[in-house]
């Protein structure tokens, strides 16, 4: 079992970066694929980005694909998304998942971060 908690969040304006953390407990975080989630106001939560258990493969949202980059350091047991380049669209919760799998990317998330507000102003 892991348990995630997410940072980072703000408020920023258009054009912006800002660079979220999700600090994962337990000493199998390096057999988990990562992924990164957000709920925009009033919408349905969407799939952001995934990262591989290894690290060595990763998958992003065309929406925000040149834009975002997800990586991850097994050494802190913390994922990371850099943001650039920010939209007033990407304006959200953003949430971390994992899940112990070898299926990339992953079809569902078992543990969740608690979230952390995005927003971008225009």
């Known amino acids: 079992q892991v348990q995630l908690v997410d940072s980072g969040g703000g408020l920023v304006q258009a054009g912006d970066s800002l660079r979220l953390s999700c600090a994962a407990s337990?000493?199998?975080?390096?057999?988990?694929?990562m992924g990164w989630f957000r709920q925009p106001p009033g919408k349905e939560r969407e799939f952001v980005a995934a990262?591989?258990?290894?690290?060595?493969?990763?998958y992003y949202a065309d929406s925000v694909k040149g834009r975002f980059t997800i990586s991850r350091d097994s050494a802190k047991n913390t994922v990371y998304l850099q943001m650039n380049s920010l939209k007033p669209g990407d304006t959200a919760v953003y949430y971390c998942?994992?899940?112990?799998?070898?299926?990339?990317?992953?079809?569902?998330?078992?543990?969740w971060g608690q979230g952390t507000q995005v927003t971008v102003s225009s």
């Open positions: 990262i591989s258990w290894s690290g060595g493969n990763t």
């Open positions: 998942a994992a899940q112990r799998t070898l299926a990339f990317p992953p079809p569902v998330y078992d543990y």
């Open positions: 337990g000493r199998t975080f390096s057999t988990y694929a």
